[in-house]
């Protein structure tokens, strides 16, 4: 079975402060990561994908295989970051996503 | 390009009652899911579908969900009878092909049974 955790349901930093958002996965083939966000109003859109190893708004997110986690980081936030950030995982066929509970991310000015 | 289309955006009836949702995915896009989001969790895949074939379809609670896609574009979700524990969003999300696709979700439809 695969599972998704986000241990933190809401993270509140300052504009300019560094982020982290916590991602751990539980899988027993060999995973695809993504990061899903969804804004204020907005619809769930992706953000990044491990596979891609791209820099996204500032953002970037390593696989950490040993750790079996995928932490999306970024050294500066800003307030437009301020959205819900789900990690989600596939399984081998690429086919079905798992997604995690979500983390509500707070950029305070 | 337009987006994925859903509709109604939100619904509420009483339990026992029956509900379907419509889906138009990105023209194109093979792959076609539903997702049910409950308050506080992540999306849940129900079901997807290659075309107009299932894919995987062992998410959905089969005694009251039912799900179609006839002429693999347009899809549509129907619960039957509602319960409390439904409430929730519905989302539909399509990608180009099966595997490692980046999915383009809809707005959802929000559910509230009472």
């Known amino acids: 079975a695969q599972r998704v955790t986000q241990p933190e349901k809401l993270l509140s930093v300052f504009k300019g402060a560094p982020v982290e958002l916590k991602c751990n996965y539980s899988?027993?083939?060999?995973?695809?990561l993504f990061w899903y966000v969804q804004y204020s109003r907005q619809r769930l859109q992706l953000l990044l994908r491990?596979?891609s190893r791209e820099s996204i708004k500032g953002f970037t997110a390593d696989l950490n295989k040993g750790e079996t986690s995928f932490h999306l980081k970024k050294p500066f936030a800003q307030e437009e970051d301020s959205a819900m950030y789900y990690c989600?995982?596939?399984?081998?066929?690429?086919?079905?996503?798992?997604f995690g509970g979500g983390t509500r991310l707070m950029v305070k000015p | 390009e337009a987006g994925v289309a859903q509709s109604p955006r939100y619904k509420i009836i009483e339990k026992r009652q029956s509900v379907a949702f419509w889906c138009n995915p990105i023209?194109?896009?093979?792959?076609l899911y539903w997702y049910q989001q409950i308050l506080g969790q992540g999306p849940k895949l129900l079901i997807q579908?290659?075309?107009?074939?299932?894919?995987?379809d062992s998410q959905l609670p089969k005694d009251r969900f039912s799900a179609e896609r006839l002429k693999g574009v347009d899809s549509t979700l129907k619960i039957q009878p509602a319960k409390l524990e439904d409430s929730a969003v519905y989302l539909c999300?399509?990608?180009?092909?099966?595997?490692?696709?980046?999915?383009?979700f809809g707005p959802g439809t929000r559910l509230l049974v009472l």
């Open positions: 999300a399509s990608s180009l092909q099966l595997r490692l696709e980046t999915q383009y």
């Open positions: 899988y027993s083939g060999s995973p695809e």
């Open positions: 491990h596979i």
């Open positions: 989600a995982l596939s399984n081998n066929a690429g086919n079905m996503l798992t």
């Open positions: 023209s194109g896009h093979a792959t």
């Open positions: 579908f290659q075309n107009n074939g299932v894919v995987d």
